[in-house]
């Protein structure tokens, strides 16, 4: 599998203008993303490249060779999701992750990292709720989850199921343990393939 990053955009008409299929990731700061992407491509650092200085307000966009599939990007949008009623979500970044969302023919689907240690907050049943309005595939990943005993993942399943906004199923993660990994590969292979429904 290769992988590597692309480039980072600060503007729509920056977006890369190879038409593959596109997975957007969001999460707050330090729910596990770069580890989860590093061990989804089996690569040691590359995700933290987003991190850097000056690449935590644009779409870092991160160009994937699979094995045996096509290739496609992940675009990851940090910190998306998660400021919705402050002023961050009216800054220029907001706008431009927003414009970027509202694109008829992209991203093909999101997937929506949560800790899953932590209850659901206003703002991330906000998100989720949009996310259902959206309608395109999105997948809720709860992470870490070997920080939690079986009864606990199963209760956070539970919490992050949200039946009122129709969530999919929720699924459990683990960068440390490699659990989840599959799961998340099975729902990119659906989308990509347009057999994933939006909810
Ligand atoms: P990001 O800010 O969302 O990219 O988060 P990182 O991937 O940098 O992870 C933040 C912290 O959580 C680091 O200290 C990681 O070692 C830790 N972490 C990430 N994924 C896992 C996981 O699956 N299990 C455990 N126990 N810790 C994790």
């Not at 997975?23 to 061990?39: D, F, M, Q, T």
């Not at 395109?136 to 009864?151: A, G, I, Q």
């Not at 699924?171 to 939006?198: C, F, M, N, P, T």
């Amino acid at each position: 599998m290769d992988a590597h990053f692309v480039k980072s955009v600060f503007a729509l008409k920056d977006l890369p203008n190879d038409r593959i299929p596109e997975i957007a990731v969001a999460g707050k700061s330090n729910v596990g993303k770069s580890s989860l992407l590093n061990k989804i491509l089996n690569k040691r650092s590359l995700a933290k490249t987003s991190q850097t200085p000056g690449k935590t307000r644009c779409l870092n966009f991160f160009h994937v060779t699979p094995e045996k599939r096509g290739p496609f990007h992940f675009v990851d949008l940090p910190g998306y999701g998660f400021a919705k009623v402050s002023q961050t979500m009216r800054d220029e970044w907001g706008k431009l992750i927003d414009a970027y969302l509202a694109l008829n023919d992209r991203p093909s689907g999101v997937i929506a990292l949560f800790d899953a240690r932590r209850e659901p907050t206003d703002v991330d049943m906000d998100w989720i709720a949009w996310l259902g309005e959206w309608g395109r595939p999105y997948l809720v990943v709860l992470t870490k989850c070997d920080k939690l005993s079986k009864n606990e993942q199963a209760q956070s399943i539970k919490r992050w199921t949200l039946d009122e906004l129709k969530v999919h199923k929720p699924i459990l993660s683990s960068a440390q343990e490699g659990i989840g990994v599959d799961k998340i590969w099975q729902w990119i292979d659906e989308v990509r393939a347009g057999r994933k429904k939006a909810a």
